[in-house]
């Protein structure tokens, strides 16, 4: 038996993450992924587990090599940071995603809900997001940039929502133009 | 040659549908649909064609008959009707889609890349959505409703954007009183 080519682990995640996010994971065979990424299928199952195992691999490696520069937000006025951030999801979708939106989104739409674990990272992630803008959110209010009216939770969840809603929207086909319109109507609700 | 048995072409439209929304298109494979809907596969094929055209008459089926209320907005105060419009959004979330979210993004999110027949068909319903929600606001700013200050068409997409998000949060985990808490967020940018 031949010994199993070297190969660069993080390079051939990233390829099988490129291939599941393009194409999903349902028509995404092991033979793809054999012939795409050029390293062998027993290689494959060594060092990742079966198909299921390499996707939740790539769909980590997505959240840590893809996500949103959230520090963005940090020291900068409130308006200014999140219209920063929201501008730069809108950029991610046509830079980045080249019109695939987000990986997490596919993977939740696709599989979610027959797999907790696809679900559990799904909802970790939004979870992860709302926090972080209810934490400038909570900061913003006690500085005086958010009027005491407001509860952070829940435009931390609006403003969450706004950006779950840009995936669908660039898909209905708005442009970059028509989107950014969407952030300033929505930071108009922060009075 | 038996004779193709009689069947109820609406009912059975309306049963693939309820199995692909489930389900997804890639795994639903035409024996799936033979065992679930009790046609035989020539029938199938007969009255609807192959796989992918009986997918089509499926969403044009899912969009005539589980659609949005959008007569909630007329004879109603703007907010009033926005209000009731967003929440019955958030009930059919809960209620009618079982958490499966809208068909229709499904369909864009698994094979819209592809298929630019499934494209042009979640197009067309945002375009819908977008210019019933546009026709009202310029009635309702025309009226002194919405202040003149106010961008219709921006508002509109707006509101589309925030609907299209609710699905993501539901998804994310959110119960209905925190989809509510944003649809109110969202309101407040009409000022």
């Known amino acids: 038996m031949a010994r199993p ?7 051939v995640l990233e390829q099988a993450l490129q291939l599941f996010w393009s194409r999903g994971y349902e028509v995404t065979s092991m033979a793809d992924l054999v012939e795409h990424l050029g390293v062998g299928r027993q290689s494959l199952y060594d ?22 520069p959230m ?4 020291g900068r006025p409130l308006r200014v940071g999140l219209r920063l951030l929201l501008s730069s999801a809108v950029d991610w979708l046509h830079d980045v995603t080249g019109g695939r939106g987000c990986m ?17 990272r799904f909802c970790a992630n939004s979870d992860a997001l709302v926090a972080q803008l209810e934490a400038r959110l909570i900061t913003a209010r006690a500085d ?3 009027g005491p009216h407001h509860d952070p939770r829940a435009l931390a969840r609006f403003l969450a929502n706004t950006m779950n809603g840009l995936q669908l929207s660039a898909r209905a086909g708005l442009d970059r133009a028509a989107l950014m319109q969407i952030v300033d109507v929505a930071l108009m609700a922060l009075g």
Chains 1, 2 share one sequence.
């Not at 989104?105 to 679900?119: F, K, L």
């Open 104 to 120: 997490l989104v596919h993977a939740m739409t696709e599989r979610g809900a027959d797999d907790p674990e696809i679900r559990a």
């Open 71 to 74: 520090p963005l937000l940090d």
């Open 47 to 68: 060092t990742f587990g079966d198909k299921r195992a390499l996707y939740l691999q790539a769909l980590d490696r997505y959240k840590q090599a893809h996500g949103l």
């Open 144 to 146: 005086g940039e958010l």
């Open 5 to 11: 080519r070297e190969f660069d682990r993080d390079a």
